[in-house]
C-alpha cells in the first residue's frame, strides 16, 4: 500500500516537473524566438537589401519562423492552460499540424535557397549570376510552398483528436501508413533536402571564393 502511494506520488511529481518544463522553458523560448525574428526583420527590411535575393530568402525564413512559433511551441504551451482551441475543435487540429510542419519545413528550405544564391552570385560564370534574381526567387518560394502544402494535405486525412483519459491530444487517429508517411516525409523535406543544398552549394560557394582570391592575387615576379 505504502508503496502504491510512493509510486503515485512520484508520478504526479514528474508531472508537475514536466509541466512546469513545457509551461516556463518553452516560454522564455518563444520570447526569445520572437525578439530574434524581429531584429531579422529590422534588418532585412533595410531599402538597401530590398533588392537582394539572399535577403529575400532570410526574409521568409523569419515570417515563417514566426507562423511556426505560434503553431507548434505557443500551442502547447496554451494546452498545458487548457486554452488551445486545436485540441477540441478538429478542423483546427488539423490546419494546425498541417501548417506546423509545412512551415517548419520552409523555414528550412529557405536558408538553403538563400546558400544556393550566394553559390549563383559568387560564381565567375556570368549564366550562374544571372540566376540570382528576386523574380527567380519569388517563383521558387511560391512553387515551394505550395509543394510542401500538398505534401502535407494529408494531415486534413490523417489527424484527429483523440480522447485519452486525463488528456485530450491532437494526434494520428487512423493508420500506419499515415504516421509513417509523414515522418518520412518530414525527414526528407526538413532535414535531408535542405541539409544537402546548404552542404553542397555552401561547399561550392567556398570554391568560388578561393577561385576568386586566386584570380585576383598579381602574378608573381618571374626570374629570367
Keep these: 500500500m505504502n508503496a ?38 529590422l534588418v532585412f527590411h533595410q531599402p538597401k537589401l530590398h533588392s537582394n535575393p539572399c535577403s529575400f530568402y532570410l526574409t521568409i525564413a523569419t515570417y515563417v519562423n514566426i ?80 509543394i510542401y502544402f500538398l505534401v502535407f494535405v494529408d494531415m486534413f486525412y490523417c489527424l484527429n483528436i483523440i480522447d485519452k483519459s486525463p488528456s485530450i491530444t491532437c494526434t494520428i487517429n487512423t493508420t500506419r501508413i499515415c504516421g509513417l508517411y509523414n515522418e518520412i516525409a518530414r525527414l526528407i523535406v526538413l532535414v535531408f533536402i535542405p541539409s544537402m543544398l546548404i552542404l553542397i552549394f555552401g561547399y561550392g560557394t567556398i570554391q568560388h571564393i578561393k577561385k576568386s582570391r586566386r584570380m585576383s592575387e598579381p602574378p608573381g615576379n618571374t626570374i629570367h
Design 67 to 146: 507562423v511556426w512559433i505560434m503553431t507548434s511551441p505557443l500551442s502547447r504551451i496554451l494546452a498545458t492552460f487548457q486554452l488551445d482551441l486545436s485540441e477540441n475543435i478538429n478542423i483546427l487540429c488539423k490546419i494546425r499540424q498541417s501548417l506546423s510542419y509545412t512551415f517548419s519545413s520552409l523555414s528550412m528550405i529557405s536558408i538553403a535557397f538563400a546558400s544556393v544564391d550566394r553559390f549563383l552570385i559568387s560564381s565567375s560564370q556570368v549564366e550562374y549570376r544571372q540566376l540570382s534574381s528576386l523574380h527567380n526567387a519569388h517563383c521558387l518560394i511560391i512553387i515551394t510552398t505550395f
Design 4 to 41: 502504491t502511494i510512493h509510486d503515485d506520488t512520484l508520478i504526479i511529481y514528474l508531472s508537475n516537473i514536466g509541466l512546469f518544463i513545457i509551461r516556463y522553458v518553452l516560454l522564455i523560448m518563444i520570447i526569445l524566438g520572437f525578439i530574434g525574428n524581429f531584429f531579422n526583420i
